[in-house]
């Protein structure tokens, strides 16, 4: 079991940067790879980025590829989003996820944070 917790959303002007964090409980964050997705109100969860277990390998959503860096500290349990050059387009819920697979599909993550909202104003 894994339980997320996220923080680090709020509201700043486009071309701002916002830091995400989600710490993790248990002790076997380390085995799993770990993700973000988000949710604009009316739409479709979509994936965000992922980074693997020991944090070698990362893949990005075309729309935030050069602008969001995901990163991951095993020893702090967290995993972080550095979102830079924000635009208003990134408004949404942001969620941390965790999973065995390696995958840009919600249904393949088992556990998921409670999210944390993001809003870029123009």
């Known amino acids: 079991q894994v339980q997320l917790v996220e923080s680090g959303g709020g509201l700043v002007q486009a071309g701002g940067s916002l830091r995400l964090s989600c710490a993790a409980s248990?002790?076997?964050?380390?085995?799993?790879?770990m993700g973000w997705f988000r949710q604009a109100p009316g739409k479709e969860r979509e994936f965000v980025a992922v980074i693997n277990w020991s944090g070698s390998n990362t893949l990005y959503a075309v729309s935030v590829k050069g602008r969001f860096t995901i990163s991951r500290d095993n020893v702090k349990n967290t995993v972080y989003l550095q979102m830079n050059s924000l635009k208003p387009e990134d408004t949404a819920l942001y969620y941390c996820?965790?999973?065995?697979?390696?995958?840009?599909?919600?249904?393949?993550?088992?556990?998921w944070g409670q999210g944390t909202q993001v809003t870029v104003s123009s």
């Open positions: 248990g002790r076997t964050f380390s085995s799993y790879n």
């Open positions: 996820t965790a999973g065995s697979n390696w995958s840009v599909r919600p249904s393949e993550y088992a556990y």
